[in-house]
């Protein structure tokens, strides 16, 4: 068990629907994010970008988790991400939590983007994920889930809550809002990993990747907007003696989620 967690979170430009390239590009990054990192963070779709072309781009999940496989064990450290992958004649927007003695964790997003037909493509999940890593407990869900906040509401079940998306400029500024109202209402560190430049349907992307502690205290300190290796300390204590002394989680209205 750790008293601290250190996340790594890399924002970034995608190619458009070219898994080798993409791929080759992180291993780059990843060789730049600090070598005492626990956990570094790819973005929603790190393989292609938010394509609907799944038919031609999708791979087969041992394709993407052989190469988080591979990094994740050349680096010591666990990484999470979101790819397009098929599997048994459907495809997933599949976010993994790959560990370096090879433990998978996976998250498929519930909450398909319907403006863009994702639903038309893409399998949804119905179940979400915790994973447990040093001690920690992490919440995974992807990007279009942020503005669900039944979906991710704190059942006394983590204390780290992470998106990763292709999120779009002109609707940015809900990013911000609601990524740090998910850390509030939660009492959790909550980390959400964005994209920068355009893609392949002239989309623009601005970033604003950020970090947030429970009282939704920016911990992020790069440009919001450029390419950016950004490297937050999560404290255990810290995190417990707010939630002891607030008490915020305790007081919440009980319900059941279906």
């Known amino acids: 068990m750790s008293e601290t967690l250190k996340i790594t979170y890399i924002q970034t430009e995608l190619t458009w629907e070219h898994p080798k390239a993409n791929k080759a590009h992180f291993e780059k990054k990843l060789s730049e994010c600090p070598s005492d990192t626990d956990l570094i963070i790819l973005p929603e779709m790190f393989t292609t970008g938010f394509s609907m072309n799944a038919k031609a781009n999708a791979e087969e999940v041992e394709a993407v988790l052989g190469w988080m496989k591979t990094q994740s064990k050349k680096f010591q450290v666990a990484l999470t ?91 940015v500024s809900a990013w911000d809002i609601l990524l740090q109202a998910r850390a509030v209402e939660n009492m959790s560190y909550c980390i959400g990993l964005n994209i920068i430049g355009t893609d392949g349907n002239n989309f623009p992307y601005v970033g604003h990747s950020a970090a947030y502690d429970a009282l939704g205290k920016s911990l992020s300190e790069h440009d919001p907007e450029e390419e950016a290796v950004q490297t937050v300390t999560l404290e255990k204590t810290h995190l417990n003696q707010l939630r002891d002394k ?12 279906g």
């Open 81 to 171: 991400g979101s790819a397009m992958v098929k599997e048994h004649g459907n495809y997933f927007n599949r976010m993994f939590f790959v560990e370096p003695d090879g433990k998978v964790s996976k998250y498929d997003k519930k909450h398909l983007f319907t403006l863009a037909k994702e639903h038309e493509t893409y399998t949804p999940g119905n179940e979400r994920c915790v994973v447990e890593y040093k001690g920690w407990k992490l919440c995974l869900q992807v990007c279009y889930d942020l503005r669900f906040p039944v979906w991710a509401r704190n059942r006394d079940d983590y204390e780290v809550l992470i998106y990763v998306a292709n999120w779009p400029e002109k609707r």
């Open 246 to 257: 607030l008490g915020f989680l305790r007081d919440k209205d009980p319900f059941s989620i």
